[in-house]
């Protein structure tokens, strides 16, 4: 007595294959608004910006967020897919496992020479003008452009959604 996929279902009555199909939409939003982040990178390549300047570095925070919240919201408008709005998780993944990888990196001669936890976070992803020199400078990319893009995208995508679909849906 073998169950086929077709028959067997999951909470809130969804298929394997409906369940795959959001996982694999979930994987490609989190690649869009990461994506986003990348453009910004490129354009900072491209524009020969200072990294140890302090405009390019708000221009690229406030970009990272602004420019994913409006690709996640016409993403959204257009295709209506209500799983775009859930990418704020993955942001909140990758921002708790790099805050583990930044805490377990050892400290010495530099910048974060006898900093606490708090401090190590702080200087790495908060702190524009006086970083903490680990990860090779670059926890403002990864700590917080990327998980600002993916919280701009969910959010954008939230707006985008149309709410006469989500009344029909319940």
């Known amino acids: 007595m073998a169950v086929t996929q077709e028959e067997f279902e999951v909470s809130q009555s969804k298929s394997l294959r409906e369940l795959g199909t959001e996982a694999i939409w979930f994987t490609l939003h989190t690649l869009f608004a990461i994506g986003v982040v990348v453009v910004i990178m490129l354009g900072g390549y491209f524009f020969r910006a ?3 300047d ?4 708000l221009i690229g925070t406030l ?4 420019l994913a919240l409006g690709l996640g919201f016409v993403i959204a408008k257009v295709q209506q897919n209500e799983i775009a709005r859930y990418v704020w998780i993955s942001g909140l993944l990758i921002f ?4 583990v990888w930044v805490l377990d990196l050892p400290t010495g001669n ?3 020479e006898h900093c606490g936890a708090i401090d190590k976070l702080y200087r ?3 702190d524009i003008t006086h970083g903490s020199g680990l990860m090779g400078g670059d926890g403002l990319l990864i700590g917080t452009w990327v998980p600002l893009a993916l919280f701009g995208y969910a959010i954008g995508a939230n707006m985008g ?8 849906e319940e």
Do not use: I
């Not at 302090?54 to 570095?57: M, S, V």
């Not at 970009?63 to 602004?66: E, L, N, R």
């Open 63 to 66: 970009a990272a967020f602004v």
């Open 96 to 99: 708790s496992a790099v805050c």
């Open 54 to 57: 302090l405009t390019p570095k």
């Open 161 to 168: 959604l149309d709410p006469h679909e989500e009344a029909e």
């Open 50 to 52: 200072a990294q140890d």
């Open 110 to 112: 530099g910048l974060c």
């Open 124 to 126: 790495t992803f908060f």
